[in-house]
């Protein structure tokens, strides 16, 4: 357990960084060495939990003046850390609390050991409670907030990052105390905080929220004229260092007093709102970039389609790399305030060169998501999700941006459908279709040579581009206007800066290879020039991996599977990948996470296509599918491990595989991987690589299940059924339909859920496999429970019963007794449900399947309930729990607790029903579990809550 270090059994290790940065074991405190030291530890607590590169700590600690010799300086300060931290470690054993991994450097702490942590946490504490009209709660949580303060935030310490971190810590600290005032107001503490305001509007005589609580406070304890008179000192204050006027809020305060308001009497604790359950707001906008320069006419254009209520429909059209998803990302940016109510976005891959168009449905049901729909309760059918997702926006003021759109078909269902929504799309096509239903093109062209200016001097300064104006001007010829190509030569003359522009003109001028579809009139405006230009500058090992990056079918890649697709190991593909982000050929969109512009991808995989082998390229993609492949089946062990297991080939050399710590980290990296891995997936399969498509498929159906990516799961396994069929693969077809049954059970399709049922109960009677039939004979049988035919589930549960009777399958029989247990439970015999589940407890204790002893709990505790045993059906959930918890199934923990707070709340003990869905959401949150959002419903309606489990 992190926190409890060797040699001291039981200290935990806290920091302190709200004041001089502190360290403490238990009640030791410790010394942390020299100033560098120090601050390199309030970096890594800043990102606590989370990795640090090096080259941040650098930045952190020296910014543009770091010496030569700074990466043994920052292994020093961390080996003095962590000697500090864990002082009778051996220096052979690895630090289980400051450890190194490829990413970076990583501080761990366990939760409320970090005072900013805490103070975060009793913030949020009190903002609830103060919104619940709590505000006794509400008091002392802000209170305790505020006490963790003992001077400014990393006191004595300095470097870029520390002082811009202070700033705003500052910041947020005064407005926190701003906040706590208010509350203490609320509760009537008027007189105590006269001298304290007093103190604290001489030290910031700006903060008109301060000026305000001042007089609010004088005016309450009968101190009229002192209140008068303190509005006037600040409008004093304000006109004589400013020239402006206070604020129209203390304004309208100051009228309010001269007129006697009587609601100033009341403490305003007294008139706090409910708190009111609200859609959640996206704000899925990407990175607008700091160099966006010109484009006034098309701004004025677009700018002109906001001025009314109306539904609006922009449509951006333009060639690629023209700069369509920049203006569209920028102007959606500038507008966004006008749209409260969230901004979604999607990428719809309309153009991308390896991977297909994304389908409607999966955009929608990413909006449906982001909007706050439990993915089980997302239609089935793509008109169904399309409706939804038009109510969920209708009466609210939302902004919508589908970037790179196909046609009109894809765009269409993605429509809002009310006035005051605004859709900004973005297309090479010029959709005729989308503009004859009323959609306003915006057409964007190349940048003129004035703009092209701007953007030059805005990326390698005003001086290089006013001293040679000839270069300048070939560079924006040479380059076509196209954005993307100056880009990349303002990115080589950056990096650059003892060339001259002339010379970079020159080299540019003479490089003709061509990008054909983004050839300019003129024969020398060439954008695959700038490409190749750009990539020939690379050494030979970097050019390689740009060029294999070209065949990895993924929206992004991590140095792990770049370091399998080239075949290197993963430091080196660091290395590489660093290089080229250098050159502006592939952009890092998060830490250890790369991506690719959809032209430099295409230029990419034509490189790769011209001067690579095919076999080369098979073993590229061999390795990055075996990548995939052992990463994913180490992940799913992690998380589901107590089915068989499939046997994989061992991977090909030059493979690496992420190794995973435990089930947490399993999940972090299936989350981050999901859209790759069904992008393998399909390459695999449009390859003709069956025995990939069905192995990924398999190592992916506990995370897909456990996240409620139903679609997904059903899609996957569509196409590991048909790689089964292809391989003749009996079994395996089997198995397909058995985990097509579960999913269609799960997205609500019980028909499609029943025939794959039946086709696997016939495979697995060809196959003479009893235990197959036996077990498919349980999933028919949910199928039969969802679909109302209760007695049908159960006479299916007992022919499983009678068939693992057969085949002498011990943990067979107790799967089956217990869900004959359950259907006799549904069916109202709850006491014969108990006998046929302590019989299934009896026959799981022999066969040690304690994933099903721990099933036949809850199936317990479930009848117990509605006998209302409810103290023998708390226990039978706890009995579970512990199991579940030692197996490490943190999603069956979840569902047993909320059954637990169903019996909690159908005894009367509110609270502890409370308590249970509380942790039962933490749970499905770290998991990502669409059920959060259920279990958040019961909270809400607490007292309309009727208790009792709702099914399995």
């Not at 305030?337 to 999607?346: E, I, N, Q, T």
Request: charged share 20%; aromatic share 6%; with cysteine.
């Amino acid at each position: 357990m992190v926190g409890s270090h060797q040699g001291q059994p039981g200290a935990a290790l806290r920091v302190e960084v709200l004041g001089p940065v502190q360290a403490w074991l238990g009640d030791t405190r410790l010394s942390l060495g020299p100033v560098q030291q120090r601050v390199v530890l309030a970096v890594l607590a800043l990102r606590s939990n989370r990795p640090v590169r090096r080259e941040q700590l650098i930045e952190a600690i020296w910014g543009d003046t770091a010496p030569a010799y700074a990466v043994n300086v920052v292994q020093k300060y961390i080996s003095g850390l962590r000697r500090a931290f864990e002082p009778v470690r051996s220096d052979r054993s690895p630090s289980r609390v400051l450890t190194w991994s490829e990413v970076g450097y990583q501080l761990a702490l366990p939760p409320g050991s970090l005072d900013l942590e805490v103070f975060d946490r009793e913030v949020s504490r009190a903002r609830t409670a103060r919104a619940a009209g709590e505000l006794p709660e509400a008091v002392q949580a802000m209170h305790a907030a505020m006490q963790l303060w003992r001077g400014p935030a990393f006191d004595g310490l300095a470097g870029p990052l520390l002082d811009v971190e202070r700033a705003r810590l500052e910041e947020r600290r005064i407005s926190v105390l701003e906040e706590r005032i208010e509350i203490d107001l609320a509760m009537g503490n008027d007189e105590d905080l006269v001298t304290e305001l007093t103190r604290l509007v001489a030290e910031y005589p700006m903060r008109e929220r301060l000026r305000g609580s001042l007089m609010t406070a004088l005016y309450r304890s009968g101190r009229q004229a002192e209140a008068l008179a303190a509005f006037h000192e600040q409008a004093r204050y304000l006109r004589e260092e400013l020239g402006v006027d206070p604020s129209a809020e203390l304004q309208d305060l100051y009228k309010r007093f001269l007129a006697n308001d009587p609601l100033l009497d009341a403490p305003s604790g007294s008139t706090v709102p409910e708190p009111v359950l609200r859609p959640p707001i996206p704000a899925q906008l990407p990175y607008a970039t700091p160099h966006f320069v010109g484009r006034v006419n098309e701004l004025r254009q677009l700018d002109a389609l906001v001025t009314g209520d109306g539904m609006v429909i922009a449509l951006i059209t333009g060639t690629a790399g023209v700069g369509k998803t920049s203006l569209a990302v920028h102007w959606a940016h500038r507008i966004s305030a006008r749209f409260p109510h969230g901004r979604l976005y999607v990428n719809l891959r309309g153009f991308d060169p390896h991977r297909s168009a994304m389908e409607p449905g999966e955009a929608l049901r990413g909006f449906l998501d982001a909007l706050g729909v439990p993915a089980r309760r997302v239609p089935a059918t793509l008109e169904q999700q399309a409706a939804l997702y038009r109510s969920l926006l209708a009466g609210r003021r939302v902004l919508v941006v589908l970037d790179n759109a196909r046609d009109t078909d894809q765009v269409t269902p993605l429509l809002p459908g009310s006035a005051g929504c605004l859709a900004v799309v973005t297309s090479r096509n010029w959709l005729s279709g989308l503009i004859a239903a009323g959609a306003v093109a915006v057409p964007v062209d190349l940048v003129t040579a004035d703009e092209g200016r701007q953007m030059l001097r805005r990326r390698i300064g005003e001086s290089r581009v006013e001293v040679e104006p000839t270069a300048v001007d070939d560079i924006i010829a040479v380059s076509a206007r196209l954005p993307l190509a100056l880009a990349i030569v303002a990115a080589r003359a950056a990096a650059q800066p003892r060339f001259t522009l002339t010379a970079l003109a020159d080299e540019l001028g003479h490089a003709r290879g061509g990008l054909d579809a983004f050839a300019g009139e003129d024969p020398t405006a060439d954008a695959r020039a700038v490409l190749s230009w750009s990539y020939n500058l690379l050494a030979e090992p970097a050019a390689q991996l740009f060029r294999l990056l070209g065949l990895h079918p993924g929206p992004d890649i991590s140095v792990a599977a770049a370091a399998s697709l080239a075949g290197v190991p993963p430091a080196e593909a660091r290395r590489l990948l660093t290089a080229l982000r250098g050159a502006h050929l592939i952009d890092e969109s998060a830490p250890g996470r790369f991506t690719f512009h959809d032209l430099l991808r295409a230029y990419a995989a034509e490189q790769a296509r011209v001067l690579g082998s095919a076999a080369e390229r098979e073993a590229a993609l061999g390795r990055m599918l075996d990548h995939y492949l052992h990463t994913a089946h180490a992940a799913d062990r992690l998380l589901y491990p107590y089915r068989e297991p499939l046997v994989i080939d061992p991977p090909a050399t030059g493979v690496v595989a992420v190794p995973h710590a435990d089930a947490d980290q399993a999940m972090t990296w299936f989350v981050a991987e999901h859209a790759n891995l069904l992008a393998a997936l399909a390459l695999a399969a449009a390859d003709n690589l069956h025995t990939y498509v069905y192995r990924l498929a398999w190592t992916m159906t506990a995370f897909l299940n456990y996240q409620g990516h139903w679609h997904d799961w059903a899609a996957t396994m569509g196409a590991a059924l048909h790689a089964a069929r292809r391989l003749g693969d009996r079994a395996a077809q089997a198995q397909a339909h058995r985990l097509l049954n579960l999913a269609n059970l799960q997205l609500g399709r019980f028909d499609e859920g029943r025939a794959h049922a039946e086709q696997a109960l016939q495979l697995f009677a060809q196959l003479g496999d009893l235990p197959g039939q036996a077990r498919i004979r349980l999933n028919l049988g949910r199928v039969l429970e969802r679909q109302g035919n209760l007695q049908q589930a159960l006479d299916q549960a007992r022919q499983a019963l009678e068939q693992f009777r057969l085949a002498e399958d011990w943990a067979g029989q107790a799967d089956a007794l217990n869900w004959v247990g359950w259907y006799h439970s549904q069916l109202g015999y709850h006491e014969q449900a108990l006998e046929y589940c302590r019989q299934s407890l009896a026959l799981h204790a022999d066969s040690g399947d304690w994933p099903g002893h721990a099933d036949t709990w809850d199936s317990l505790g479930y009848a117990h309930h509605q006998l209302g045993h409810h103290d023998e059906a708390v226990a039978c959930y706890e009995r579970a729990l512990t199991l579940w918890h030692d197996l490490g199934d943190r999603y069956q923990v979840a569902m047993t607790r909320l059954r637990l707070g169903d019996t909690y709340r159908a005894s009367g003990d509110a609270d502890r029903a409370r308590a249970a869905w509380r942790e039962a959401i933490e749970i499905f949150d770290a998991l990502g579990h669409p059920e959060a959002a259920a279990v958040r419903t019961k909270l809400d309606h607490l007292a309309n809550s009727r208790g009792g489990a709702r099914g399995k």
